[in-house]
């Protein structure tokens, strides 16, 4: 399989070198933890001269014999050098038995720089400060960019290669299969055969038929409002029993998989966060045409999951905005800076173009705003908002 060089993540790793954290690799199956850690021990090996890496992938069979916790942390702590850098990178750490116990002794003997990646069910963000007592720093790993997906198939053309990351995607798994049809295939199994193959084993999900109707729905409502009661009601017009609480549930562990992001609303005049209704997100957008199929095809849904999941990728916090009647398809946020961004496939209607600016034109403080849109143009200005083709806007990683 072609590698590209994913920096972004790489230099994460490499900046926190030597810090006492355990660094956790993170981020939905299939998209890329393995190979990054791979890059980085090569990183090692080739910038670090009195290094010694104990890389364990318990992928492969010649590892079998380290799954319990015990004989990891003797094979390990066997492998010591002093006088040396000494680092443990630790690939799919969840298939030993009781892996955090071997991981927290090795940390606190305080000789070894530690790196770890895991299946998202059983290694979540929302566990890991119960897992390891000792600090941990997350690196979030996302399918291709589109940027990435320019560069592994080497386009120059900037609008056909975004025309077609919109069918294809960021799951570069799938770019090895020749047919539309075979690259769907692999992104549905990835998809039901390991992202809820995890969640059923780690929450003991007897229900899977629920599970299976849930996805779908949501799936199917990318950027619509949801709530967890509203698709019980739904699902209760078809005379299914379901508790809103375990459809709550089964979404909050969808997410913990990073199969889904929710995004909250954030009401812009009152600078509150709303706690009814959130917008939920695929963590990548061809997930939906692999499960549901390209008949139904709506641009505009699939345009708004490429820019949520973008903003998450470069480090934002995202909301849904609020104002009066009125939304914002996403407030971005980071430390002191703060973006407006509505997002559309064609704004050439005059009225298509009215709706989308008219709240932007509402909003009062001096915060940028923007339509991305695919506009097939160069950039331009109206009334003070930017309005951004995408393919420019997902390339652009010096400003939003």
């Known amino acids: 399989m072609k590698l590209i060089d994913r920096n972004q993540y790489l230099d994460k790793l490499i900046n926190v070198i030597g810090t006492p954290d355990i660094k956790v690799i993170i981020g939905v199956r299939r998209s890329g933890k393995s190979k990054l850690l791979e890059a980085f021990k090569d990183y090692v090996e080739a910038e670090i001269s009195d290094c010694n890496i104990v890389h364990i992938n318990f992928n492969l069979l010649e590892y079998d014999h380290l799954l319990e916790y015990r004989a990891l942390y003797d094979y390990v702590n066997a492998q010591y050098v002093k006088g040396k850098h000494n680092f443990i990178l630790i690939d799919e750490v969840q298939m030993c038995k009781d892996f955090e116990k071997a991981i927290n002794g090795l940390h606190a003997m305080e000789k070894f720089d530690i790196y770890i990646t895991g299946s998202n069910a059983f290694l979540l963000s929302s566990d890991l400060a119960t897992l390891f007592t000792g600090r941990t720093f997350e690196i979030k790993v996302f399918p291709f960019s589109f940027s990435e997906y320019m560069q592994y198939f080497g386009y120059r053309d900037k609008y056909t290669a975004m025309d077609k990351y919109m069918m294809e995607g960021g799951m570069s798994g799938s770019y090895l299969y020749k047919d539309q049809e075979s690259k769907y295939d692999y992104i549905a199994d990835v998809f039901d055969t390991l992202i809820v193959r995890d969640i059923r084993k ?143 496939d064609n704004i050439n209607d005059e009225k298509t173009f009215k709706r989308e600016v008219s709240p932007l034109l509402q909003i009062r403080d001096a915060y940028p705003k923007m339509i991305v849109a695919r506009t097939r143009h160069d950039e331009y200005q109206y009334e003070g908002i930017r309005i951004v083709d995408i393919a420019d806007w997902l390339l652009d990683y010096q400003k939003l």
């Open 202 to 344: 780690k929450y003991k999900i007897r229900n899977i038929q629920l599970m299976e109707r849930l996805v779908d729905f949501l799936m199917d409502n990318i950027s619509n409002l949801t709530s967890a009661r509203n698709i019980a009601n739904t699902f209760g017009v078809f005379k299914e029993k379901v508790n809103h609480v375990t459809i709550s549930s089964y979404m909050q562990y969808l997410c913990n998989a990073f199969a889904f992001y929710k995004i909250r609303r954030y009401d812009i005049t009152g600078k509150k966060y709303l706690s009814s209704n959130d917008k939920y997100y695929l963590c990548d957008h061809t997930f939906r045409y692999a499960k549901l199929g390209t008949k139904n095809m709506d641009y505009g849904r699939i345009l708004e999951n490429i820019v949520a999941i973008e903003l998450l990728r470069r480090g934002y916090e995202v909301y849904v905005g609020v104002l009066y009647k009125k939304e914002i398809d996403f407030v971005a946020i980071k430390r002191n800076e703060k973006i407006y961004i509505q997002v559309s």
